[in-house]
């Protein structure tokens, strides 16, 4: 019998065994059937999108952590880990739209609601009671954004985790999170729906091969480069982000059973 001589990544290996359980249930969710017509795709972007926010967060903490930005700039010393997040960033942050204008991935997801006529008032009044000087957790314990109940409990445990400071748990949220949790029958139901109403749906489908190729082909091994760089050959941290990982994606799975719900059928 010939060996393979390509190297195994064991760690990650061991990891995404022991997620595969959540992370089918996400990816195989009786959710996804339900999108049979507009009305279903507005009520879940309108709860999707503070996911699309969400990530932001475990992003920007990151880039804070492993980057500098003050203003006496100094280099960090994980250099590999900076260079990574920093491309993350870019993509995520500086994209461009339909139009070829700059725009977040936020503001795409922002832009494909109104597009569809889904409500936008509800993330929108979060964003500035933020932009007014609120705290995270001041909204997320108060609720003064009057967020709906079952996105603020998925918010919460992100908060949660960025709470807690530990590196490689926010990484391992942002990197076993992202948005690849959309399977392909999800996006093919949308696009089925797209072609009967191209001009309620062509911002959305955009923003989900944007998404998913940038997740696929390169955020997704480099954040797998960013958990090495963060928990080397600690057993602890490994475990503390396997952790955090099934926190995360326990929580999207909440968040998917409510939409299910508020979908009927």
């Given at each position: 019998m010939e060996v393979s001589t390509k190297k195994t990544d064991f760690r990650i290996l061991s990891l995404h065994r022991r997620i595969e359980s959540q992370r089918q249930a996400i990816l195989n969710h009786a959710l996804y059937p339900k999108m049979q017509s507009l009305k279903e795709v507005r009520i879940f972007m309108e709860h999707h999108i503070?996911?699309?926010?969400?990530?932001?967060?475990?992003?920007?903490?990151?880039?804070?952590?492993?980057?500098?930005?003050?203003?006496?700039?100094?280099?960090?010393?994980?250099?590999?880990?900076?260079?990574?997040?920093?491309?993350?960033?870019?993509?995520?942050?500086?994209?461009?739209?339909?139009?070829?204008?700059?725009?977040?991935?936020?503001?795409?997801?922002?832009?494909?609601?109104?597009?569809?006529?889904?409500?936008?008032?509800?993330?929108?009044?979060?964003?500035?009671?933020?932009?007014?000087?609120?705290?995270?957790?001041?909204?997320?314990?108060?609720?003064?954004?009057?967020?709906?109940?079952?996105?603020?409990?998925?918010?919460?445990?992100?908060?949660?985790?960025?709470?807690?400071g530990k590196l490689h748990e926010i990484a391992a949220a942002f990197t076993f999170g992202r948005e690849d949790l959309i399977p392909d029958m999800f996006t093919a139901l949308i696009k089925k729906l797209y072609k009967d109403n191209p001009e309620e749906l062509s911002a959305f489908v955009y923003y989900l091969d944007r998404h998913i190729e940038l997740d696929g082909d390169e955020h997704g091994p480099m954040a797998i480069q960013m958990m090495h760089h963060l928990c080397k050959e600690d057993d602890q941290k490994w475990l503390e982000a396997l952790e955090a990982c099934v926190e995360a994606l326990e929580a999207r799975l909440k968040l998917w059973d409510a939409i299910s719900e508020k979908l009927g059928g």
């Open positions: 503070y996911a699309v926010w969400d990530f932001m967060s475990l992003l920007k903490t990151l880039q804070r952590e492993l980057t500098s930005v003050d203003t006496a700039w100094v280099p960090t010393e994980d250099r590999a880990s900076r260079k990574l997040i920093n491309e993350i960033v870019v993509a995520e942050e500086s994209d461009v739209d339909l139009n070829g204008e700059p725009a977040s991935h936020y503001e795409l997801y922002l832009d494909a609601m109104r597009q569809v006529g889904a409500e936008t008032r509800p993330i929108i009044r979060f964003v500035q009671t933020l932009q007014r000087g609120y705290k995270p957790k001041e909204i997320l314990r108060f609720n003064i954004a009057e967020v709906d109940e079952d996105c603020l409990e998925f918010l919460k445990t992100t908060h949660a985790i960025i709470k807690r």
